[in-house]
């Protein structure tokens, strides 16, 4: 069985359990919520943390949205902080017609599967419409103050991976595991979504996220993955 295969076992992609813009009530746990008329998967998020407490510096961004400390594995280093299970987003993109290509790890390997855009949705100032940030106007390089550079996100799906060590068979979605949604750069295939960076990028993309462009943190925000029309 192939990977992509296995992993379409492991989802149950018979019952989705995706929710639908124009269904409000059927939204699962995390708020994974899907819009095919706009071709969008939203997911309601809030703005992580840059430092956590136990740790005695800040990290580089590598991830745009995980799990939140102490659940989420790379905390340390997102942007934006989820409780949806990955393998909602993974379902809902897959409801939108996208097949999962594969993730990248390792300093050779590259991303692949269909381009999707990525947003982080935030308030309006003074109650008007709310904003959809890309990620250059949300990251900078913090030494030259210059924005990150453009990229394009692909769904990767995750690999299956084992929660147990002593039981190597017994594989579930990994980016399940992890709480990682979308990663930066190839430092781990237990994830949804991945740019097109490779790990050269990574020696010099230290980024930070951009002063006074997302709300203070906490604050709730939306992420939001769009399919391009074909």
Request: proline share 11%; charged share 30%; no cysteine.
């Amino acid at each position: 069985m192939t990977r992509v295969a296995a992993t379409a076992v492991l989802l149950g992609a018979a019952s989705l359990s995706v929710g639908r813009a124009d269904d409000p009530k059927g939204a699962p746990a995390g708020g994974v919520v899907v819009d095919k008329d706009k071709r969008t998967v939203t997911v309601p998020a809030k703005v992580a943390p840059r430092k956590l407490p136990h740790l005695e510096e800040k990290y580089p961004i590598e991830l745009v949205a995980g799990w939140p400390h102490p659940k989420g594995k790379k905390a340390h280093e997102i942007v934006v902080a989820v409780d949806a299970n990955p393998s909602e987003v993974h379902k809902g993109l897959e409801a939108l017609g996208l097949k999962p290509g594969k993730p990248a790890k390792g300093p050779d390997a590259k991303a692949e599967g269909p381009a999707v855009n990525v947003y982080v949705e935030v308030p309006g100032e003074g109650g008007g419409p709310a904003r959809r940030l890309t990620l250059d106007k949300v990251l900078m390089d913090p030494k030259t103050k210059k924005p990150a550079p453009k990229t394009t996100f692909r769904f990767t799906g995750s690999v299956l991976s084992a929660a147990d060590p002593t039981k190597p068979d017994d594989k579930k979605y990994g980016a399940d595991l992890t709480g990682t949604l979308i990663a930066l750069f190839p430092v781990t295939d237990e994830t949804v979504l991945q740019t097109d960076w490779t790990m050269k990028e990574e020696k010099y993309l230290k980024l930070d996220v951009t002063p006074d462009v997302l709300p203070k943190e906490g604050s709730a925000v939306r992420l939001v993955i769009e399919v391009p029309k074909p």
